[in-house]
């Protein structure tokens, strides 16, 4: 019989058709890992429990080092957990969830170039890679000095008003009404391709070649944001 080996999940809204709701989710790639080391495997749902944990481990952390928590408040955040705070006033964010919630943090804190670490509270992602129980030891690092930034790129927007903003990830373009959309693809000033269809993803580099070496030899990543143009 193959070994149950359980994946922590995290909890997304996504819409299935025309309703949105609250899953639990999990990366197939790490079934797929699982079933091909021999296991069988198991999502666990994501746990209130785990969050509180680390937020409690967060907090004795700070006492002990006569430093303060605070919450940076964004758009559709119901929860409060500390006093609120920005994000220029911070020497560090920390973002406790998954990959979506790191996300949200290198938004909140690129405009004033704050650097975020990602405790994962679930599974560990691509920008969360230390585990909850670990939060102690790599705020530790941190505060020794004993860590390596990573720059992860982000996409310069710029509409056609000429407003700016930029996109970590990916920025998807859809339609605006009926018909196809059609999309010109510039590089470096020459045309590279004309497409048309529904809608157009474009998206960034998590990584520089030059900085994968550093981010395997690292037990964690404090990330910070760097921009790319795109128009």
Do not use: K
């Not at 998954?98 to 405790?119: K, M, N, Q, W, Y």
């Amino acid at each position: 019989m193959r070994p149950l080996i359980g994946i922590t999940s995290y909890a997304e809204e996504i819409r299935w058709g025309v309703w949105t709701e609250d899953a639990a989710l999990v990366p197939l790639a790490y079934v797929r890992a699982v079933e091909h080391a021999g296991g069988r495997p198991l999502v666990v749902p994501p746990s209130d429990d785990g969050l509180e944990e680390t937020l409690d481990a967060l907090r004795a952390w700070a006492d002990r080092q006569g430093a303060g928590v605070g919450q940076v408040r964004v758009p559709g955040q119901t929860r409060e957990v500390a006093v609120p705070v920005a994000p220029e006033a911070c020497d560090l964010i920390v973002a406790l969830g998954g990959d979506g919630t790191t996300l949200t943090a290198l938004h909140a804190g690129a405009p004033s170039s704050r650097a975020v670490l990602g405790i994962a509270c679930g599974s560990v992602g691509v920008l969360t890679s230390v585990q909850g129980d670990r939060l102690t030891a790599a705020l530790d690092r941190v505060a020794s000095g004993s860590w390596t930034p990573v720059e992860v790129p982000a996409l310069e927007v710029t509409g056609s008003q000429g407003q700016v903003d930029f996109a970590i990830n990916d920025l998807t373009v859809i339609r605006n009404g009926p018909g196809q959309m059609l999309v010109s693809i510039v590089v470096d000033d020459v045309l590279y391709a004309r497409v048309a269809g529904d809608g157009l993803v474009v998206a960034a580099a998590l990584s520089e070649p030059n900085n994968r070496a550093s981010m395997r030899c690292t037990e964690f990543r404090v990330c910070s944001v760097n921009t790319r143009s795109f128009r």
